[in-house]
């Protein structure tokens, strides 16, 4: 971003507002619609998650509890106003959600953010247990095994949305998703927006300047409630049902992987994640049984080696994209992407091999796999994917040394650069 | 009366099975600052190893084999990425465990398969030991009690009169002074963490027959061990020792009472009916028994934040 430039944010704004308006005209199949939802759901979720994790260092097992217990209110607030108990249109039930999320937050956040760090996050994950294991106590509430379902066209008509086509629904969940992430910035530049980033990076300092890093944690926390309970009620008004599993432990997996895949450290970064993330789990769980297991790879490698996530490698690249110096990074790098393709092709080969033979219902040991098939049991699938795992690793070793040269190069010119 | 020393006696084995977990993950916690998520995978890596091992030689060899190979693997996984992810600090090193216990589970998927497997009870412990008004005591559990016993009274030989445990716990509180007196810190560190890693793996040999084994099992007990550890307070030996009796106690004893608090506010005349939440208050203690580890955690960290004995607080 060119700084002192006032106008830019504003014009960012406005441009994603006319794509977001495009969109679905662009891609009006079910199938799109369906993602589109999917994708701005999950960047609220996710955006509420980095309220915690990216801005108060504050690591959550449990951020489903408040999308999940915002999405069970809103679907019984809207089978209130289907009974015409409630007279509330049907694209303002986050508003109800969302109190939902923040009212829950405040009496959680009360215990859990008196401590910080390791404690949180394992008290995090102890309330997320104790909301699971509610739900399958207080059936009325959540509904058993079936959840609670509704019907969105019903109530007043809000802007002629009838609820009725997936269109109106997108409009609706773009609408909340720009309002929510255009909030959710402006707070971060707020004092308690500041004061949450200096409780991250050092809370002692905090206390010494005269804030409660505990209020400043506290307050963060119940506000990161309310987003999560608003995108809680968009997956209720998408879906139309939810179930016990929207506060289970998976849900809060999702929402940490996507955060963290995409980068804690910028605003945007949770955006990016929640992209990746949600593309990666649809396109992969249409191939493969086995992609919980890639995406957990995915996930450690990301830990490991990218801590800052996809946008902070980015990050890394723009200077270099600024100085023209690509062309010195991309030889490395090709050589590096072509052998984890061979490292990876090895590891699929294996792992999907080894999945077939383990699955019950497999009757014979033939398999397809991008169109060659094979005999799972059979020497040749092992020989080559373990052949391809051996060569790649051995492989990708030396290539990373190349890219590792290639990088001090560049920065030896950026620096020369800086100096002259 | 019989019925209820039946129960103490199960909630007494499963506590000393939650002790064996939770006290590798305090050690762990208090010494490197690790907490370890997938503690509970190498719980439930234990029982699949045991099993696999019980198919081809039976149950014996892999009371020592099993723990053994969960062990060398955690000293690996500390050795080659937890050492790597700690530059990255805390935050990462939970993240890293957390991925390790999803990646885990989903490797037991691929090779065991979704469905549990039939790890059994050794035949030469099936068989109900003694009698305490008409309900049997089965030997199996009464042979898990000893090897948790004869567990701890080992570990604690170690850790109060070794040389080698004077060191670990000087490098519990002391790490630098124990390194520049010439000691490996890290590989110290190495040890622990296979060391406690093993202990879960022993406890998954022993429980994974006489409960269940399959994939979801790490993730069942996983969040329990970490209720035992913060209610007994974090790095406290004995406090997790008195946490996990405790709520293997009340665990297993909850099952067994049949009233609830709308039954009991009605003895003295306050009618719950219909007062908020009523539906929570009108169900019976044992239907609520999962998740009453939960309340008790909340209790205590309303009342008392570090735990029964922790001493430090964070």
Redesign the interface.
């Known amino acids: 971003m060119i700084p002192g430039n006032r106008f830019l944010p504003l014009m960012l704004v406005a441009a994603t507002i006319v794509i977001l308006a495009l969109l679905p005209h662009l891609f009006n199949s079910r199938y799109a619609l369906t993602l589109l939802n999917q994708l701005g759901i999950g960047i609220v979720f996710a955006l509420s998650y980095n309220m915690l ?1 990216g801005q108060s ?1 504050l ?1 959550s ?1 449990g951020h489903a509890v408040y999308f999940g217990l915002g999405g069970f209110t809103a679907l019984h607030a809207l089978n209130a106003i289907t009974d015409g108990d409630l007279p509330l249109p049907v694209p303002l039930l986050p508003i109800v959600g969302g109190l939902m999320g923040l009212a829950v937050g405040i009496i959680l956040g009360w ?2 953010t ?6 949180f ?3 995090s ?3 997320a ?2 909301v699971a ?2 739900s ?6 959540f509904g058993g095994e079936e959840g609670i379902s509704g019907d969105r066209m019903s109530g007043p008509v809000l802007f002629n949305l009838s609820m009725g086509p997936q269109r109106d629904v997108y409009y609706v969940i773009a609408a909340w998703m720009v309002i929510s992430a255009l909030l959710m910035y402006l707070i971060t530049q707020t004092p308690l927006g500041r004061m949450a980033n200096a409780v991250r990076d050092n809370p002692l300092r905090v206390a010494f300047v005269g804030y409660n890093p505990q209020t400043v944690r506290f307050l963060m926390f119940a506000i990161s409630g309310f987003f999560a309970g608003i995108a809680g009620s968009l997956f209720a008004i998408n879906f139309e049902i939810i179930t016990a599993q929207a506060v289970g ?1 998976e849900y809060s ?1 999702n929402v ?1 992987m996507m955060a ?1 895949i995409g980068g804690t450290g910028y605003f945007l970064g949770p955006v990016l994640g929640a992209i990746i993330y949600t593309a990666l789990s649809i396109v992969l769980s249409a191939y493969t049984e ?1 992609w ?2 890639y995406l ?2 995915f ?2 490698i990301v ?2 080696y990218a ?1 800052n996530g996809v946008s902070g490698v980015l990050a890394v690249h723009e200077p270099v994209l600024r100085a023209r110096l690509m062309h010195r990074l991309l030889p490395a790098y090709g050589l590096a992407l072509v052998t984890a393709a061979t490292l990876l092709a090895g590891a699929v080969v294996v ?1 999907e091999s ?2 077939h033979l ?3 219902g497999a009757l014979t040991a033939t398999m397809n796999l991008a169109g060659i098939e094979f005999d799972a049991d059979g020497w040749r699938p092992w020989a080559f994917g373990l052949g391809a795992l051996a060569l790649g690793a051995l492989l990708l070793r030396e290539t990373i040394h190349r890219v590792g040269h290639a990088w001090a190069d560049v920065r030896h010119h950026l620096t020369g650069d800086a100096a002259t | 009366m019989e019925g209820w020393i039946f129960f103490l006696f199960n909630g007494i084995v499963y506590g000393l099975l939650l002790f064996m977990m939770s006290s590798g993950l305090t050690l762990i916690f208090s010494m490197m600052g690790v907490l370890n998520f997938a503690h509970a995978s190498f719980y439930m890596l234990g029982a699949y190893f045991a099993y696999q091992i019980s198919t081809i030689t039976g149950f014996w060899p892999g009371l020592i084999v099993a723990p053994v190979l969960v062990g060398c693997i955690g000293a690996l996984v500390e050795r080659y990425f937890l050492r790597t992810v700690h530059r990255h600090g805390h935050v990462a090193e939970l993240l890293f465990t957390f991925g390790l216990a999803m990646l885990i589970e989903e490797a037991v998927v691929l090779i065991w398969g979704r469905n549990p497997v039939p790890y059994t009870v050794p035949p030469d412990l099936d068989f109900a030991l003694f009698q305490i008004g008409g309900m049997s005591y089965s030997a199996y559990k009464i042979f898990m009690m000893a090897v948790s016993i004869t567990m701890f009274v080992f570990l604690y030989g170690v850790i109060a009169r070794t040389r080698i445990g004077q060191i670990i716990q000087a490098a519990l509180t002391h790490p630098e002074t124990v390194g520049t007196l010439g000691h490996n810190v890290p590989r110290i560190f190495m040890l622990v963490f296979g060391a406690g890693t093993g202990l879960a793996g022993l406890a998954g040999v022993i429980g994974g027959n006489a409960f269940v084994t399959e994939p979801g099992m790490a993730r069942a007990l996983g969040t329990i061990v970490f209720v035992v550890i913060i209610v007994g307070g974090l790095g406290s030996l004995t406090g997790a020792f008195i946490a996990s009796l405790l709520i293997g106690v009340i665990q297993t004893t909850a099952v067994a009472i049949d009233v609830s608090l709308t039954d009991i506010f009605a003895t003295v005349g306050l009618d719950l009916r219909n007062v908020p939440l009523h539906e929570l208050w009108s169900k019976r203690i044992s239907d609520v028994a999962p998740i009453l580890p939960y309340l008790f955690m909340v209790l205590i960290l309303v009342l008392r934040p570090r735990g029964l004995l922790g001493t430090r607080d964070s």
């Open positions: 994790l260092g690591l097992f215990v859990s008196r401590r910080s760090g390791t404690i996050a394992m008290i994950l102890g309330f247990e104790l294991a509610s399958n106590i207080m059936r009325g509430y432990i997996a940490l963290y086995a919980m297991f957990g790879v996930f450690i830990v490991l801590p792992i080894s999945y383990s699955q019950p």
